[in-house]
DNA sequence: TGACAAATAGTCAGGACTGATTATAATAAT
DNA sequence: ATTATTATAATCAGTCCTGACTATTTGTCA
């Protein structure tokens, strides 16, 4: 993923070095990867080393001595071909917080229903915050690529909404299996 | 994530080799989680070095010299802060594919809408799929994890769900966006 | 029964990633 | 004018992860 990344934007906004891809990354997709920067500066001398960037040593007089990186003819091909094959790769999510859940007999009692309150309160921020930004994007893109920003922010939306109502499906769930449980009891202690 | 499983599956089936380990993710996490072997035993051993594990050879005879790992009290401890910790975690997905529409001026006309096409077709199945999976898992585990095993599919089911409208949506907004191309294209021609 | 595949059990070298750190320049604060 | 803070620019050591490999045992079926 990295490496696409950083030919597109290269590709996109020309020769940069290892921080100005960084902010670039920053600001461009923040929304769908959080890179660090030695990773940056891990890819880009890995790709130097194989031709796909050229890199220029900034000369002395800037001192703190800047590689300014160009992407080569091998680099766009490179690029190319990172986006066909990201044309085959499947949706395939993890969710970390199911562990919570199969681990469930380990927790406090009420620990995974205000976890589940949290979330769902999280998660409307989140949606509200989506949109927004969502809507700044629009105002200052081109009519053509409108459609691919809608695109790409209505996928985020529509996950964060989802991941929502499944919070609240699962609050609901948890206090039927307690209602159950109740009863149980009562019919038992009758 | 990985060393939270292995001690919980420790903790639930009892002292395991690496190999054993492996086989039982692969049956009961396999759903959201996919672990390599080499993996497994990075963290057996690593786990064994901090003193969260017991580690006992095999006596000779038996020849493939296996060593099979027993939860310790300070295991026990580290488990439970492990799932203290993923209580912190928030949502917070990656979509690799946005990167195909962030770049799309970059791929052929119809690549897009053919990934799209092939990821419906992929959704619908692996949507069965998971309910099938479900309604098998439901009916042999105890009365008292079906919430559980229910708010773990639930989550998948509903984010595969989520993930096939966007695809058809997003099929949508290509063809439209063409339509509006057309359009002004023949408004122009005239 | 011999031979071929599959399951079992594990190792190792190398690649990917990042927290912590260094160093300088620019800006703000007092 | 001096100090503190933030932004710029990069490196390094150490951790995590896994593809490829080794080796043995257990089917399996001809």
């Known amino acids: 993923m990295i490496p696409l990344?950083?030919?597109?934007?290269?590709?996109?906004?020309?020769?940069?070095?290892?921080?100005?891809v960084k902010k670039t990354i920053a600001e461009q997709?923040?929304?769908?990867?959080?890179?660090?920067?030695p990773t940056i500066?891990?890819?880009?001398?890995?790709?130097?080393?194989?031709?796909?960037?050229?890199?220029?040593?900034?000369?002395?007089?800037?001192?703190?001595?800047?590689?300014?990186?160009?992407?080569?003819?091998?680099?766009?091909?490179?690029?190319?071909?990172?986006?066909?094959?990201?044309?085959?790769?499947?949706?395939r999510p993890a969710f970390p917080a199911d562990g919570l859940f199969y681990f469930a007999e380990h927790?406090?009692?009420e620990a995974l229903n205000e976890y589940l309150?949290?979330?769902?309160?999280?998660?409307?921020?989140?949606?509200?915050?989506?949109q927004k930004h969502k809507n700044e994007t629009l105002a200052y893109v081109s009519e053509d690529s409108k459609t691919m920003v809608e695109i790409i922010f209505s996928h985020h939306e529509t996950h964060y909404l989802a991941e929502l109502n499944?919070?609240?499906?699962?609050?609901?769930r948890m206090e039927r299996k307690k209602e159950r449980e109740t009863e149980y009891a009562e019919t038992k202690g009758h």
Chains 1, 2 share one sequence.
């Open 166 to 172: 499944w919070a609240r499906e699962s609050l609901d």
């Open 117 to 130: 309150k949290r979330t769902v309160v999280r998660l409307t921020r989140a949606v509200e915050t989506i």
């Open 41 to 91: 500066y891990y890819h880009l001398e890995k790709m130097e080393s194989e031709g796909l960037l050229e890199a220029a040593r900034e000369k002395p007089g800037a001192r703190p001595e800047k590689t300014v990186y160009t992407i080569t003819e091998a680099g766009k091909k490179a690029f190319g071909t990172l986006l066909d094959e990201l044309l085959q790769t499947e949706y």
């Open 5 to 20: 990344y950083i030919l597109g934007l290269l590709l996109r906004f020309g020769p940069q070095h290892g921080y100005q």
């Open 107 to 109: 927790l406090q009692e």
């Open 29 to 37: 997709l923040s929304d769908f990867t959080q890179i660090k920067l």
